[in-house]
């Protein structure tokens, strides 16, 4: 298995905190990538990294930042959190654009 | 605008009987497609892909895909099911040089004893 590690695992948070979500990996791989996963609408995109300090906006990413410090870090940050985030988050990596992307185990937040 | 269509949400087999599941998806260029499974409460894991070459590709856990071009198809197929098959079904295809992945809304495989 990849090492991709995700934390927190679960969190559960009120309307209006901030909230960041990390992404860990020991593959160095140069792509990450957050998703947010709802039902009824699979896996999508909230924001890409191609290396250190080089991101992108993916379908969904308003309310949404990242950054990118290091190779193994991407942080994924709720400015001020709202219901409509509630969701299952999953961080991916890829060694280069358009390979196989390999994922974490998610993390399951809720915005009350 | 490209997209990938899984015509089923749920499906339902016996164990031992055949499975076949959908996926249709729309882009301007050659795609790069890929099938990943979730059990419940894991995160996704890669069964196969296609990037070129033999249009029949083999994956992991004995499933298969062919990729139709003109049919704008790439379904997953596995010639009998076990009932550790019980999961979520993804089809993606990739969307640029990023690597950007778009998603089938998933289909929720259910085998019967």
């Known amino acids: 298995d990849a090492g991709i590690t995700q934390s927190p695992r679960h969190k559960v948070t009120e309307t209006g905190t901030p909230v960041t979500l990390r992404c860990h990996q020991t593959?160095?791989?140069?792509?990450m990538y957050w998703y947010r996963q709802d039902p009824g609408h699979g896996l999508r995109l909230i924001h890409y990294s191609y290396g250190v300090k080089d991101t992108d906006k993916g379908e969904v990413s308003d309310g949404y930042s990242v950054s990118r410090s290091k190779t193994e870090d991407f942080l994924l940050t709720l400015e001020s959190a709202t219901s409509s985030q509630t969701s299952v988050y999953f961080c991916?990596?890829?060694?280069?654009?358009?390979?196989?992307?390999?994922f974490g185990p998610g993390t399951r937040l809720l915005v009350l | 605008a490209q997209s990938v269509t899984q015509p089923d949400i749920h499906i339902t087999v016996s164990e031992g009987a055949s499975l076949e599941l959908r996926c249709n998806y729309s882009?301007?260029?050659?795609?790069?497609l890929f099938w990943y499974v979730q059990s419940p409460g894991q995160g996704l894991q890669l069964l196969l892909k296609?990037?070129?070459?033999?249009?029949l590709v083999q994956g992991i856990k004995g499933f298969e895909a062919e990729f139709k071009r003109s049919q704008s198809s790439f379904n997953l197929r596995k010639p009998s099911v076990h009932w550790s098959d019980a999961a979520e079904y993804f089809c993606?295809?990739?969307?640029?040089?990023?690597?950007?992945?778009?998603f089938g809304q998933g289909t929720t495989l259910q085998v019967k004893p």
């Open positions: 296609y990037f070129s070459g033999d249009t």
């Open positions: 993606a295809v990739g969307a640029s040089n990023t690597g950007k992945l778009i």
């Open positions: 882009y301007g260029a050659t795609p790069y």
């Open positions: 593959e160095n791989h140069r792509y």
């Open positions: 991916a990596i890829s060694e280069r654009g358009q390979e196989t992307q390999y």
